[in-house]
């Protein structure tokens, strides 16, 4: 019998893609999502792709009767929890915003869980949470200290702690939280990828958005860091092997027999600058783009990337794809949906 995985902001970028990785690997996703942060359009999209109009829900996840309607309604055996507010300078801007939300849905899935403890819960934690790392720039999950710098990275750190405590309270529960690193790119057939409400608050999309001409100028925040070229470095990972981390996450916890609590890295384990994404996007793709540098952004973290060791020898996942095939199926997206040659 297929398993039925719950996904939580399955409609948007990350949970979309997971989605059509999950249906790859045998699973059967049930989409719960309330579109404040993503689009609707996105379930007829994920039918191109994988044939068929995968089960949704609109939900809030900070519902709780309606989620345990849904739990019970399609006999739930895991869960992936995406569902959350996500960028870093609005959460500073509104930190109030993100603990009320970010912190009332996982609260939510995980009374779920508790209550269903022999179904596996994977949580979208964030690289985020290790701050600006004190004297390393390649972070490992199992020696760095977690010391957020943002609102948002404090909502996935204290979402961890609040995973910890149920799992040292109740004996039997399998979970895994990923620190997944900076997601770039879309799916290769370009008929999903980022789609961000409003002004990007992602480099990538307002990249292609700039180079659609939605936007006369790029911005790029701080060239004066201590970096070789001034500006941050990132881990971008591409989507597509962001989702199938998720995926593989899932299904580690369906093997485990004995409760497990679980944290690890997911990136490319090398790091890139803003402004080498940039060149690479021009090179790539063969456009020159108007950009222009700013003042530092509130947040921001000079350079991480991962230790993605723990990852290949726990989930046996490594990413396959490189910043290159990420800006090349960004610009397709780009083109798709603004009808571009």
Not at 251 to 270: A, P, R, S, V
Not at 274 to 301: A, C, H, M, Q
Request: charged share 25%; proline share 4%.
């Amino acid at each position: 019998m297929t398993k039925k995985v719950l996904v939580t902001g399955g409609a948007g970028y990350i949970g979309s893609h997971t989605v059509v990785e999950l249906i790859r690997a045998g699973f059967e996703p049930v989409i719960v999502d309330d579109y404040r942060n993503s689009d609707p359009s996105v379930i007829q999209r994920l039918k191109k792709i994988i044939g068929k109009e995968p089960e949704h829900v609109v939900c809030d996840v900070c519902d709780q009767n309606k989620i345990d309607e849904v739990f019970q309604a399609f006999d739930i055996a895991g869960v992936i929890h995406f569902a959350a507010y996500k960028a870093v300078g609005e959460s500073v801007e509104n930190p109030l915003k993100y603990y009320s939300n970010n912190i009332s849905g996982l609260n939510s899935i995980l009374r779920l869980i508790k209550r269903n403890p022999q179904i596996p819960f994977v949580f979208s934690s964030s690289c985020t949470v290790y701050g600006e790392p004190s004297g390393v720039k390649e972070v490992d999950e199992k020696t760095q200290r977690a010391i957020p710098t943002s609102p948002y990275g404090y909502t996935k750190w204290l979402g961890e702690q609040i995973i910890e405590d149920l799992f040292k309270s109740q004996a039997g529960l399998k979970m895994m939280s990923l620190r997944y690193f900076n997601p770039i790119g879309a799916h290769e057939s370009g008929i999903i990828g980022e789609l961000p409400v409003g002004k990007p608050n992602n480099l990538l999309p307002f990249i292609t958005q700039t180079a659609a001409g939605l936007h006369n100028e790029l911005t790029i925040f701080g060239n004066d860091y201590p970096t070789h070229d001034g500006t941050c470095i990132r881990d971008y990972i591409h989507v597509v092997d962001l989702a199938e981390a998720h995926v593989k996450a899932i299904d580690y916890l369906f093997t485990q027999q004995k409760g497990c609590n679980e944290i690890i890295n997911i990136g490319t384990g090398k790091g890139t600058s803003v402004l080498e994404l940039v060149e690479t996007f021009e090179k790539e793709n063969n456009i020159k783009l108007n950009y222009s540098f700013g003042p530092r952004r509130s947040g921001d973290v000079i350079e991480i990337y991962a230790n993605v060791d723990y990852a290949l020898s726990l989930i046996k996942w490594k990413a396959k794809k490189d910043i290159k095939d990420a800006v090349k199926d960004a610009w397709n997206w780009e083109k798709s949906i603004r009808d571009l040659k």
